[in-house]
């Protein structure tokens, strides 16, 4: 890959999975965890983040060609999914659960909360499956794949970094500065779950 070609992959990359935009996000849904239960989390996150993006990235287009899935159907079911995640965090239905079962949580669990919603839909989503499934078609070679792939794996440490930094701001935020951005956190998850319902209305549309 030329140097152009390169950093525009990097770009598309880190603008699809977008490390700080999601990493409030990842403070919100995680309320009510311990700072080791994040640190947990975050970790699976970020592997089970980079296993299904990579494997997209190889397969991803023969992949939804055998099942019959357009990106634009994979847009709306990912948007609904993020619209009631939305839903629970404006109305703390989902930290008033956190915090009665923190303290009960069984590893089976945290490893379902870093699969849903943490991977599937937000870090690895339609966008970002979307994106590497185009950057793998723009160069089949065995090398071009091994380049996306460690351009992929960097900017996944940097998703890691920016949820490691977020889970300390829950320390100087406190139980209200919690709850207000919680449900900020929340307006604005809603709003891009309804745009991915929208883009992929017109996507399903223009096919």
Do not use: C
Request: net charge positive; charged share 15%; hydrophobic share 60%.
């Amino acid at each position: 890959m030329s140097p152009e070609v390169l950093l525009h992959a990097f770009v598309t990359l880190l603008v699809t999975i977008d490390p700080p935009g999601n990493a409030p996000l990842f403070l919100g849904v995680t309320g009510g965890l311990s700072q080791k239960e994040r640190f947990q989390v975050a970790i699976r996150t970020a592997i089970i983040t980079f296993v299904i993006l990579a494997a997209f990235a190889v397969a991803g287009a023969a992949i939804l060609k055998t099942l019959g899935i357009s990106i634009g159907a994979f847009r709306i079911a990912g948007g609904l999914l993020l619209f009631w995640i939305a839903f629970e965090m404006i109305f703390e239905k989902r930290q008033e659960r956190k915090r009665k079962a923190a303290a009960a949580l069984s590893s089976d669990q945290l490893n379902n909360l870093a699969v849903f919603p943490l991977s599937i839909p937000i870090f690895a989503g339609p966008g970002s499956i979307s994106a590497v499934i185009l950057l793998a078609s723009n160069d089949s070679g065995v090398m071009g794949h091994i380049v996306l792939l460690g351009l992929l794996l960097l900017v996944i440490l940097l998703a890691l970094g920016a949820m490691l930094i977020a889970s300390r701001l829950d320390r100087f935020l406190g139980a209200s500065g919690e709850a207000v951005l919680t449900r900020l956190l929340g307006v604005l998850l809603a709003a891009l779950s309804v745009q991915f319902v929208v883009d992929g209305i017109k996507s399903a549309w223009a096919a």
